[in-house]
């Protein structure tokens, strides 16, 4: 009877030590990701503050802060119409990854970019160089940014980069960009963050926001 009794009493202080760590883990995330945001909002209303001299800026160096400057509403809202529209703006890809840095995904956009810079590689001994790095950044298991891609793929990129070429990781990049598109995106363009840039006059403050 007390040998039960001391293994109920047992059982119920492991299942109470197991609920606060739980708890204090939960903690932990929500304020490393309030910190994320925080930094987000900052970098955001940096953006915001040039706005006003952008255009002589964009006159004298052509393009080169561009990724500094906050886009037209006009600009902003291309974004929704296609997710390669937000891909291809500087500033936009910038803000997609600070987004996506907020969720605790930003691995994803990183490797994608890390494809496209694989794709334009003409030396056959940086393509190899480089398509090891990734698969060691991305693709073995517990790899410090794994990506969330099936074993077979994994695989099959295993093998392919013993001999890279251009496409060694086309599937992988293909599932990692499906991924964002059809979750990541989605929520992009409900945050506040892209609705901010999507209003008719710029957003102050924001920095201090929480």
Not at 128 to 149: G, L, M, V
Not at 165 to 194: G, I, W
């Amino acid at each position: 009877m007390q040998s039960a009794l001391f293994l109920a009493l047992r059982h119920r202080g492991a299942q109470m030590e197991r609920g606060r760590r739980r708890a204090e883990e939960a903690e932990e995330k929500g304020r490393v990701k309030r910190t994320i945001i925080k930094d987000w909002k900052t970098r955001l209303s940096y953006f915001l503050q040039n706005s006003s001299s952008s255009a002589k800026m964009k006159s004298k160096k052509a393009g080169k802060h561009h990724s500094y400057f906050r886009p037209s509403p006009e600009e902003a809202q291309l974004w929704s119409e296609a997710f390669d529209e937000l891909l291809a703006n500087k500033y936009g890809l910038a803000a997609f990854r600070a987004f996506l840095k907020s969720e605790f995904c930003e691995e994803n956009i990183e490797f994608w970019l890390a494809c496209e810079d694989f794709k334009k590689t003409k030396s056959p001994q940086k393509l190899t160089s480089k398509a090891k790095k990734i698969y060691n950044d991305f693709i073995e298991k517990e790899a410090p940014k794994e990506i969330n891609i099936d074993f077979q793929t994994k695989n099959m990129i295993a093998q392919n980069i013993q001999e890279a070429t251009h496409t060694c990781f086309s599937a992988a990049q293909k599932r990692v960009y499906s991924l964002m598109e059809n979750n990541s995106y989605p929520r992009f363009l409900e945050s506040q963050f892209y609705q901010e840039l999507c209003k008719k006059t710029p957003i102050t403050g924001v920095a201090q926001a929480t």
